[in-house]
């Protein structure tokens, strides 16, 4: 894993040398154009200086082949994670501007499944758990931009293969813990299957009908499951709940109408 400093020009647009305080996550994305250098990538957010493309930036690209380019400075905000919405998890454990407060890592990738190459994938992990270790967070700290605002399918490859997700952070979370127990590379099928949903960790494979109205409902700020990210699908609700749910999806609906 190379590291190589290419720090992006001071400008309003990709490097506003604004000052973050403290990282509370590492946000992961992809470029949406197969194939592409990091040098091209870098050279997209520099040219935003020209304030003719909007904002734009991350803090990190990882190259095809590995190699990683530093674009800003760990201390200074980049724009990565910028919508009109966002999630209720993030609005919980991030900040109502996670911009603020989080680390964006942009990858290079094969084609537009956002399959990344062997080399871009483990200096994905490698860096990742450098990065946990040096903000004292974990591999829950983890998120992909659409688990921030909801609605990019970004990283696409993670996105639609939650089970690469699930398993790239359980990697993530053995080289944290230095758990040698697991082999890394034989998951077993069983925990694989286990985790169908986007948002939630516990729905398995015989409920995975519930899984996508799960995950719309959690966009929707109506079904959080609690604080580990777990829905616990085949626990009867309690009536605080289910009036917590109404309560939360009436709040919705009308929002919608106004």
Not at 7 to 34: C, E, F, Q
Not at 153 to 169: I, S
Request: aromatic share 10%; hydrophobic share 35%; charged share 25%.
């Amino acid at each position: 894993m190379k590291m190589i400093e290419k720090l992006l020009t001071p400008n309003d647009y990709s490097r506003p040398r604004l000052k973050v305080k403290t990282i509370k996550g590492i946000v992961i994305h992809w470029v949406a154009a197969p194939m592409q250098k990091a040098i091209n990538t870098w050279g997209f957010f520099e040219n935003r200086k020209f304030g003719k493309t909007n904002y734009g930036s991350a803090h990190y690209i990882i190259d095809l082949n590995g190699d990683i380019l530093r674009c800003v400075p760990e201390n200074e905000m980049a724009y990565h994670v910028g919508s009109t919405t966002y999630t209720t998890s993030a609005l919980k454990r991030l900040s109502t501007y996670p911009n603020n407060c989080t680390i964006g890592i942009e990858c290079n990738h094969i084609d537009m499944s956002g399959k990344m190459t062997s080399e871009t994938y483990q200096s994905l992990l490698d860096f990742c758990v450098q990065l946990l270790k040096r903000y004292n967070l974990t591999e829950n700290d983890l998120w992909l931009h659409k688990e921030v605002v909801g609605w990019k399918d970004c990283h696409r490859w993670f996105v639609n293969n939650p089970d690469e997700w699930a398993l790239f952070k359980e990697k993530v979370g053995q080289e944290l813990h230095g758990d040698t127990s697991k082999n890394t590379e034989n998951i077993t099928k069983e925990k694989v299957l286990y985790i169908m949903s986007k948002y939630f960790k516990d729905i398995p494979e015989k409920m995975k009908w519930v899984s996508d109205p799960a995950d719309r409902l959690y966009e929707k700020g109506i079904v959080l499951g609690d604080e580990k990210g777990n829905l616990h699908p085949d626990q009867p609700a309690t009536r605080a709940e289910v009036i917590t749910f109404i309560d939360r999806a009436v709040e919705y609906v009308l929002k919608e109408v106004k």
